[in-house]
């Protein structure tokens, strides 16, 4: 187990960078606590594969340091960090048993036969493995084949970190959540920190506590579930996570007042000035949108049944305005008032949040 | 040790350009200098013996039935095969493996056994002589190797390609030509480079099915080895004009080299 | 070949290709069976005879001797070209300007006309005014592939490794590029070493391709003729007379026809059942995994 840093970390894959954009990994700090579950979320290219591959050694960063602990790794290679890594397809040595398999990275170190067989059976035992270590690797499905490669990263008892790069990808769908279900255990179990690459937001904010939110080479935000989808930060996190996405109306400032569409709106933050000609925005999750006896006029357009209740689109001049009603509760007829929760409203400039931390 | 390892390719290159390189040497020097005395590079360059090629009819229509029946071939070969090959990609019918496995074979038919069998067949429907007659004759192995590299092209385009365009009222020749062949143009490229290859450097059944009027380069070649006593620097010059259309070929395909071969179906 | 429809109009458009394989190889194999059973005098006429060539054949010391020679001749081009080939991919960068140089290179002897290449090496090997011949003489060696059988089976070797043993390069290195990074990444974490990323990573992963190399060398080693026979005529003597020389000698010139297409039937069938036994290890080998 160890605490990993990195400090000052910046990658491009160009020798020579010049402009902003060739950066693939754009500068920032950051610590993963010791012990902790943790996500990077984002789409694709966002670069939260360069930063895994950083963290695990197979990347040497063009600056910054990467520290386990107290320790400065950034010049060592892959097997001398003692690290682990599942990647998005199964890697299994076909020709040997699955026993084997489980078995060559600590052949490979010199451990002693008894040892190994011990180790062996044990992680087996945890994996669900155990009564098919004489079966040969290459015979087993892609999940299987996926818990040989997570198996062989817990086999070794010095593990500092276990990342994983998109690992459900090739799963079934209906295998997916048990497998989903076996790392948490086992994080809960072996108290391992662990980083996990995903582009989806369930996978995500099930399994971390805590998730770092990429996009464009950038840590957008940073937070646990609740964090990233009560108070976002950018508007990005806001419209990525959630489903549906946050809602992004144009908005005004003046004389400390927000305003959409000339209504006047509280906001769970309170900026005092905001940057000159940035582009604003009010944020609102349609969760915190409700009807009600006044507030901002809209008509109903459409009304969508996704089970335990309904997202119902409403339009104000030409902004589609979306919120969530409970499939239970009644609806206006034609037009109604939407009022925003002023806790969980906010004000973005040029995507950035505005007002400092939420009270 | 990573040093050391590019040692290995380094002195394999080496090797292969070796021979080449005396082949050249050899062609810019008179037969008399060669056979005087020997040297690394020509005391006195001379062009006769590539001036003598290029002028001479004997020698340059050599290369040009040669190039003839070769191209002849390709298209025949690749247009053939191309209906076949999609037929094997997207159908079962009645005897398909076997058929399959059938047109494999003769791939792997020792040109030696056709040889004389050939002579007779291609006089007796008076096609002996004619640049024609290679060409089929080599289609009896490059026929089934373009039907193999094509099938594996095909086989990685979805049929959902196919159905999209039935649906949306193409009649197949349409299909096929506007639609299928484009998106296979890298697969058409590489069976069209190993029948140009595979017809280029066969010269048993070249030589047997032709005398005057279509004579391979070579023939040309070997006549004059027998015939004019040694004329080496003449040979060498010959020679190495082959290699030439060769160079040519591999240059522009050589992004497409390593996928040819990487469906394994040389 | 799976997802595929019933469909029996397919027929039509194999239809061409059937034709004029069949034209190109049914009649002339019939040509020869043919011969092969009767006998000829000359003047277009023929008497039944069976199997007398087929046994004239299967026994003579000539075919065996041929046979033999051809045998070792395939084992030994073998045994150099493939683990050579494999090596030198190994030994190849990944990816780059200078393995697209390197693969272009090693692809010409690849497009040299057979006969062009067979002449190559009789000048290269000439010991008086050939570069390989003078030099071998020079350092000491008695070298000369015309009069001597071991000098002429080592010439006949080596450039048969010259000619062919790019195409087991470039099949190999097609092969590895195949495989992807993530499995040498994993096995850096592993800590393997380089001997066990090759044993358990590079040569499963590559066994389909290497069992093609070995099934074409195998096959076109055993039909050599055009640049076997510029470099050394079959000789000396008989030395190097391998299958395909003999069999020519035999049909073209003597024209003996009756045990010339005898021959021929042997060694056709010889070359498809090896060939039907790789194909039906590799496709058996597809299917398990």
């Not at chain 1, 391992?192 to 995903?198: A, F, K, P, Q």
């Not at chain 3, 060539?53 to 010391?61: A, C, G, R, T």
């Not at chain 3, 080693?221 to 069999?247: H, K, R």
Request: proline share 5%.
């Amino acid at each position: 187990m160890a605490r990993i840093s990195l400090k000052n970390l910046r990658h491009s894959y160009r020798p020579v960078p010049s402009a902003e954009s060739d950066w693939a990994l754009k500068r920032f700090e950051m610590t993963f606590p010791d012990g902790s579950a943790n996500a990077l979320l984002g789409p694709s290219g966002c670069g939260k594969t360069t930063l895994l591959n950083v963290i695990s050694g197979l990347l040497k960063p063009s600056e910054g340091s990467v520290w386990f602990d107290d320790r400065d790794v950034t010049l060592l290679p892959p097997d001398a960090r003692q690290i682990a890594q599942v990647f998005q397809f199964p890697v299994v040595y076909d020709t040997m048993s699955v026993y084997d398999n489980l078995a060559f990275p600590l052949r490979n170190r010199g451990v002693a036969g008894n040892e190994v067989d011990r180790r062996v059976r044990e992680i087996a035992e945890m994996l669900d493995l155990g009564d098919m270590l004489d079966r040969k690797a290459s015979g087993l499905t892609a999940d299987g084949k996926q818990k040989i490669s997570l198996g062989r990263g817990l086999v070794r008892s010095d593990v500092n970190v276990i990342m994983f790069d998109e690992p459900l990808t090739v799963i079934d769908p209906e295998l997916k959540w048990r497998l989903r279900s076996k790392l948490k255990e086992l994080h809960r179990r072996l108290g391992i920190t662990m980083i996990y690459v995903t582009h989806d937001q369930t996978e995500a904010l099930t399994f971390a506590d805590s998730v770092v939110v990429m996009n464009d080479g950038q840590v957008v935000q940073a937070g646990t579930p609740v964090d990233l989808f009560e108070r976002p930060q950018h508007t990005f996190v806001g419209h990525f996570i959630g489903s549906p996405g946050m809602n992004l109306l144009p908005a005004t400032f003046d004389g400390g007042v927000a305003r959409f569409a000339g209504h006047a709106l509280r906001l769970g933050a309170n900026p005092a000035t905001v940057p000159a000609g940035a582009e604003l925005q009010i944020g609102v999750r349609p969760e915190f949108v409700s009807f009600a006896g006044s507030g901002i006029p809209v008509s109903i357009e459409k009304v969508a049944d996704a089970g335990r209740f309904r997202v119902v689109e409403t339009r104000h001049g030409e902004f589609s305005i979306r919120l969530l009603v409970g499939e239970d509760m009644p609806l206006p007829s034609e037009s109604a008032f939407l009022q925003f929760d002023a806790a969980f409203t906010y004000l973005y400039a040029d995507g950035w949040r505005q007002g400092g931390e939420p009270g | 040790m990573r040093r050391v390892k590019w040692l290995l390719p380094a002195l394999y290159i080496l090797f292969v350009l070796l021979p080449i390189y005396w082949l050249l040497n050899m062609s810019f020097k008179t037969t008399n200098e060669i056979l005087g005395s020997f040297t690394w590079w020509p005391g006195h360059i001379t062009l006769e013996n590539y001036r003598t090629i290029l002028t001479d009819p004997t020698w340059y229509t050599g290369y040009l039935n040669s190039l003839a029946y070769v191209l002849m071939n390709t298209v025949i070969s690749v247009s053939l095969a191309l209906p076949a090959a999609y037929a094997f990609s997207r159908y079962r019918f009645m005897g398909d493996k076997h058929l399959f496995f059938w047109l494999l074979s003769n791939r792997m038919a020792p040109p030696a056994v056709f040889a004389l069998p050939f002579f007779q067949l291609y006089s007796a429907i008076g096609l002996f002589d004619t640049h024609v007659a290679v060409a089929l004759a080599h289609c009896l192995f490059n026929i089934p190797l373009a039907v193999w590299i094509l099938e594996g092209f095909m086989s990685g385009v979805p049929k959902e390609l196919d159905e999209t365009a039935f649906v949306d009222g193409y009649p197949f020749w349409r299909f096929f030509i506007r639609i299928f062949i484009p998106t296979i143009a890298a697969g058409i490229g590489v069976a069209a480079f190993f029948c140009f290859m595979f017809s280029w450097v066969e010269l048993l059944l070249a030589k047997t099915l032709t005398a005057v009027v279509a004579k391979p380069i070579a023939a040309v070649m070997t006549r004059t080895a027998s015939t004019s006593g040694y004329e080496l620097g003449l040979l060498a010059a010959a020679g190495a004009l082959t290699i030439i259309p060769g160079a040519f070929v591999i240059y522009f395909v050589r992004n497409y080299i390593a996928k040819g071969f990487a469906l394994g179906r040389v | 070949m799976s997802g595929r429809t019933p469909n029996q109009k397919a027929w039509w458009l194999v239809m061409p290709v059937v034709l004029l394989v069949a034209f190109n190889a049914v009649i002339p194999l019939m040509t020869v069976v043919n011969y092969s059973v009767q006998e000829t005098f000359g003047d277009n006429q023929f008497f039944f005879e069976g199997v007398t060539w087929f046994e004239q054949i299967l026994h003579s010391s000539r075919f065996h001797d041929a046979l033999e020679r051809q045998l070792l001749f395939t084992a030994i081009v073998l045994a150099i070209e493939v683990p050579l080939g494999v090596a030198i991919a190994l030994a190849m960068p990944r990816s780059g300007a200078w393995s697209s140089v390197c693969l272009v290179l090693m692809a010409m002897p690849l497009l040299i006309p057979w006969n062009v290449v067979g002449a190559m090496w009789n000048i290269f090997a000439l010991p008086d005014i050939g570069l390989l011949g003078h030099s071998l003489n020079a350092l000491g060696f008695d070298y000369n592939f015309t009069r001597q059988p071991l000098a002429a089976w080592s010439t006949l070797v080596a450039m048969d490794v010259w000619h062919w043993t790019s195409l087991v390069v470039l099949l190999a290195y097609a092969g590895l590029s195949a495989i992807p990074t993530a499995f040498y990444q994993a096995a850096k974490i592993d800590g393997a070493s380089a001997w066990a990323v090759f044993c358990y990573i590079q040569l499963p992963k590559m066994k389909r391709v290497l069992m093609i190399a070995v099934l074409l060398r195998f096959m076109d080693s055993f039909m050599i003729y055009t640049e076997a026979i510029v470099l050394t005529g079959g000789g000396p003597g008989n030395s190097t007379s391998l299958l395909s020389i003999d069999l020519v000698k035999i049909a073209l010139g003597q024209f003996d026809l009756g045990p010339a297409a005898a021959m021929s039937l042997i060694y056709f069938l010889i070359i498809l059942l090896l060939s039907w036994v790789f194909y039906a290890v590799m496709t058996r080998d597809e299917a398990q995994s």
